[in-house]
């Protein structure tokens, strides 16, 4: 059997691909414990400077792996919880992770998938992909990536999205304020690239301050917002990369 999961590292870009073209890249237990153990990998690796995460074949992710969804209905609900659980740890490790995580959408990507693509900082779908969280046509609840919606899209485009399991297009999903940029289908690698690259080049430092800025200022006053900023913008001044970057700009 082939690998769930394949990663290797490029120039400070740490690819993540789901590895299962044939379930549509479903979503298994296994194939969860992979992704956390590449995530590990990508956090205490110093030559990582940015996540890839793809999808092998036509689609990104369908979702749970529906044969396990189906066996779960005979395990216990304390069994069940903790298989969830660490599926959203996925979502909460790409967060907290120091380094940039970006997306690569293509095809369909549904349910929890769709929830993994937009757990990254940064999504770029092609133009052809399709979004959505069919779980309630099934008899679910889009319990694991309700968070994330609620978080990215207005409450009642999230909520119709979670209660009528529709799909959006690329584009509708651009508007909804899910993905980040929409490209040609053919463009869709070249993009994430040119874009990783970018990134891996940036400064390891700017780049995890910004991102831990802009998560912290979640549930803030606009004061307390002012004022993290203010002592963010003192730590960027400490580091070796801003002194670096500050005498070249001053001897161009």
């Known amino acids: 059997m082939s690998e769930l999961v394949l990663t290797s590292l490029d120039a400070g870009i740490f ?9 549509r890249n479903a979503l298994s237990a296994e194939t969860v414990e992979r992704l956390h153990q590449a995530l590990e990998q990508a956090d205490m690796d110093a030559a990582v400077r940015v996540v890839l995460l793809r999808g092998a074949g036509k689609d990104f992710c369908a979702g749970a792996d529906l044969d396990e969804l189906l066996a779960s209905a005979d395990r216990t609900m304390e069994e069940n919880e903790a298989t969830a659980l660490r599926l959203g740890q996925i979502f909460e490790r790409m ?13 369909r990507a ?22 959505g969280y069919p779980e309630i046509q099934r008899g679910f609840v889009p319990a694991m990536v309700a968070t994330l919606l609620r978080r ?28 980040s940029r929409v ?14 690259r970018r990134l891996a080049e940036s400064s390891a430092s700017a780049l995890a301050l910004t991102k831990r800025l802009f998560f912290e200022l979640e549930g803030k006053s606009f004061t307390e917002g002012i004022r993290l900023g203010a002592r ?21």
């Open 15 to 23: 690819s993540i691909t789901l590895n299962r073209a044939e379930k």
């Open 95 to 107: 967060r907290a992770l120091p380094k940039p995580v970006l997306s690569l959408v293509q095809g």
């Open 110 to 131: 549904l349910a929890g998938g769709a929830g993994l693509a937009s757990a990254a900082d940064l999504v770029i779908v092609s133009s052809s992909t399709q979004l």
């Open 152 to 179: 990215s899209a207005g409450e009642k485009i999230a909520l119709d999205l979670l209660l009528s399991g529709r799909t959006l297009s690329a584009d509708e999903a651009l508007a909804a304020g899910l993905v």
């Open 183 to 196: 490209v040609a289908d053919g463009d869709l690698e070249r993009e994430g690239m040119s874009l990783a």
């Open 232 to 252: 963010v913008n003192a730590v960027a001044r400490s580091t070796p990369d801003f002194r670096a970057a500050i005498a070249r700009f001053l001897t161009q």
